[in-house]
Nanobody
């Protein structure tokens, strides 16, 4: 059985930092990609950052230069710096099997999802 679990959310003031973690278990095929998504109340889920198993990354424009995604086998991390109130959302980790040279930021390209971890940034 495949499971995805996030941790590390919390509340910070604008300009602060947080580190999210995600662990995937049950994927015996090592060729899979992972991604971070977020969803704010009343908004659609959007891709934030993604990484393939060759450490190739993709970032959404709003987070470029502030967020860094990394991976250590089945664990993925999201370092978030200079957080802004508009970063407030539920953050989700996702994974799927296969290879993308540029890992995708579309939710429809992922099958396995975590339950989410809340990030709140106050001004």
């Amino acid at each position: 059985q495949i499971s995805v679990m996030e941790s590390g959310g919390g509340s910070v003031q604008a300009g602060g930092s947080l580190r999210l973690s995600c662990v995937v278990s049950g994927l015996t095929n090592g060729n899979y990609y992972m991604g971070w998504f977020r969803q704010a109340p009343g908004k659609e889920r959007e891709g934030v950052a993604s990484i393939n198993n060759y450490d190739k990354t993709s970032y959404a424009d709003p987070v470029k230069g502030r967020f860094t995604v990394s991976r250590d086998n089945a664990q993925m991390y999201l370092e978030m710096r200079n957080l802004k109130p508009e970063d407030t959302a539920m953050y989700y980790c996702a994974a799927d099997v296969g290879y993308w040279r540029a890992p995708p930021l579309s939710a429809s390209d992922y099958i396995y999802w975590g339950q989410g971890t809340q990030v709140t940034v106050s001004s």
